[in-house]
């Protein structure tokens, strides 16, 4: 059996507020490519397949094409619920689907697999959406975190597998120990703190597919995360997009390969003085990417944002980060005007607080002191 696992397709998310929309679509629809040209018998979507609980109309026209798409493509649709989901509204979908396309939002079902035969026999696949602990204390009181409630689960699923025998594979959406996230982008699964899965509660199934985490990962030949398959971040750029091509014969797991997915527009991030950014022609290769731009001038620049974009019309985002910042002052603003023994001194303070700890160079002093010295003969002559 040939499966694909894909996941966190993040339907109706923008970037630096620009819709992804279309750009995710063309990527889904060579996606359903690949099911046909793989001949792939089952795809798999371990979660956050929209962005919000609450997308819009747009987002659910999207996911009904990619998921007709697939099934026309000859392959059968297994997609579990995500945090950025709302289960119920994902879930409103799975009365209403064609067959062979199945929408598993219920945590009460963890244990109740998608049975889908092929020559060697069935395979059971168990769909585990997201679990939220404080939701479910009317099913699993004992279970108050994410590792309690996925260890649970898995125990369900054990449970089933240990009567119905046969190949299986494990769906689930959370983080699992030892994964690298992409800084502040996915968002915290926790109950109280840091709450990671240990990697021994998937233990017992033929393939796990993961979900949550933005690039893909392997924590063990069987146990996967695919990442999204679009670049939703700048923390982003340096990771593939994709899916895992997942092969299973009569004995179970036998291998994985990924398949490369395009990226409509790469994301990059550059850094350096202004003016050296705006000039090098080794960025012109940038013209058409998303651009972060982390400019280290020690003072802020005027305007930065549009002179960039007049040479890299897809700049999205600017970052004042000098190079040479001054040390850290731990005093705060007000303590800093209340120590100024001055004129001098407050306008230096007042510096030091909007330029990022930069005071004023000597040509700026020499200003000050004229402007100063002239504003005390006015007032003596008044």
Not at 16 to 45: F, I, K, M, N, P
Not at 228 to 245: C, I, Q
Not at 276 to 302: F, I, K, M, N, S
Not at 349 to 364: T, Y
């Amino acid at each position: 059996m040939r499966i694909l696992h894909t996941s966190d397709w993040h339907i109706g998310r923008t970037f630096h507020g620009h819709s992804t929309l279309d750009a995710l679509r063309g990527v889904l629809e060579e996606l359903t490519a690949q099911v046909r040209e793989h001949e792939v018998d089952v795809v798999v979507v371990a979660g956050d397949v929209f962005d919000s609980a609450a997308p819009a109309a747009g987002c659910y026209a999207l996911l009904s094409d990619t998921l007709r798409g697939i099934a026309d493509a000859g392959a059968r649709v297994i997609v579990t619920s995500g945090n950025h989901d709302s289960a119920a509204r994902l879930g409103f979908q799975a009365g209403l689907l064609r067959e062979g396309i199945h929408v598993l939002t219920d945590p009460a079902a963890v244990g109740t697999p998608i049975t889908i035969a092929d020559a060697d026999g069935p395979v059971h696949f168990y769909g585990i959406p997201y679990l939220e602990p404080a939701l479910l204390r009317h099913l699993w009181p004992e279970a108050r975190s994410q590792a309690a409630v996925i260890d649970r689960a898995m125990g369900l699923v054990r449970d089933d597998l240990a009567v119905r025998g046969g190949r299986s594979v494990a769906i689930a959406h959370c983080f699992a120990a030892g994964v690298e996230p992409t800084p502040h982008l996915e968002r915290d699964i926790q109950q109280g703190g840091l709450d990671v899965v240990p990697l021994a509660a998937f233990a017992g199934v033929d393939y796990m597919a993961l979900g949550h985490i933005h690039g893909r990962q392997q924590l063990a030949p069987a146990m996967r995360y695919a990442g999204a398959p679009l670049h939703y971040s700048f923390g982003e750029g340096d990771k593939p997009r994709g899916s895992w091509l997942v092969e299973l014969d009569a004995d179970g797991f036998v291998d994985a390969r990924w398949l490369e997915l395009p990226v409509p527009r790469r994301v990059v991030t550059l850094r350096g003085p202004l003016a050296d950014v705006l000039a090098d022609p080794a960025h012109e290769q940038h013209a058409d990417a998303w651009v972060c731009v982390e400019y280290t001038d020690t003072l802020p620049e005027r305007d930065p944002m549009r002179r960039l974009q007049e040479r890299f019309p897809f700049c999205a985002k600017v970052v004042h980060v000098p190079a040479d910042a001054a040390p850290s002052d731990a005093r705060t603003y007000v303590d800093r005007v209340r120590a100024a023994r001055s004129d001098a001194e407050l306008v230096e303070a007042f510096l030091v607080h909007v330029r990022e700890g930069a005071g004023a160079d000597e040509r700026e002093r020499e200003l000050l002191a004229d402007v100063l010295d002239e504003r005390i003969r006015v007032e003596a002559m008044a």
